[in-house]
């Protein structure tokens, strides 16, 4: 599994997203590999409309009525989508409120993929049983050192503090195939990409490379 996950980058903001969208499906039918954009809440109606499997980049556990600028987690599933990021390292969230988040999202049949900082959060959120988490140490986000090829033991610690009883993925710098297919080595099950494909000249070819190392 790949998530693409597209933040604010100007690159895949309105009808650019759903260009984006479109290259991720594409990439996802070329390879036979499942392939989740993860755009902007005003965004995610145009870009599920794609047929691209959709996430949000988060939602707020309270629920529909008087709460003004919260993202709806009922709205987002309503928009389009199939399931959210939770405690991005670019919007984190207190434990309790990863906690509500995550059996918020339960209730009403959102996937959830929980980000842990560190091992001792991977354990601390894997006891709320989220369907994925995704161990990304925040410094390397953005960067150009992948996470699997600099932080191998971090990785192999997260997958052993789930227990196996919640499958890992891992994101932060990954650029190449070689990055997948060490983060697969090390027992994840996917990767998330932000930079690595939306800043590239191919975003396409740049997620078949990185299916590739599946
Ligand atoms: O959500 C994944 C993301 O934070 C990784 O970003 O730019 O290092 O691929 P990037």
């Not at 594409?26 to 902007?40: D, H, L, N």
């Not at 707020?60 to 405690?87: D, E, F, H, P, Q």
């Not at 995550?102 to 369907?131: H, R, W």
């Amino acid at each position: 599994m790949i998530i693409v996950n597209f933040k604010a980058y100007r690159q895949a903001l309105g009808h650019k997203a759903e260009k984006m969208a479109k290259k991720c499906r594409e990439a996802s039918k070329e390879t036979g590999e499942r392939v989740i954009a993860c755009p902007q809440p005003q965004d995610i109606p145009r870009v599920a409309s794609t047929g691209t499997e959709t996430i949000a980049q988060h939602v707020s556990y309270k629920g529909t009525g008087s709460n003004t600028g919260r993202i709806s987690a009922t709205g987002i599933k309503n928009a389009g989508a199939s399931g959210t990021l939770v405690n991005h390292s670019e919007r984190r969230l207190s434990p309790e409120n990863v906690r509500k988040t995550v059996q918020k999202c339960e209730d009403i049949g959102l996937m959830t993929i929980v980000c842990a900082k560190d091992a001792e959060e991977v354990k601390k959120f894997n006891s709320y049983n989220p369907d994925f988490i995704s161990i990304e140490p925040p410094e390397l986000i953005g960067g150009q050192k992948p996470v699997s090829k600099s932080k191998p033991d971090l990785i192999q610690q997260a997958v052993e503090n789930t227990d196996g009883s919640t499958e890992t993925l891992t994101g932060a710098g990954i650029k190449t195939r070689e990055d997948v297919q060490k983060a697969i080595e090390l027992g994840c099950s996917g990767i998330l990409v932000a930079s690595g494909v939306i800043k590239s000249e191919k975003p396409k070819q740049k997620i078949k490379e990185l299916c590739d190392g599946l």
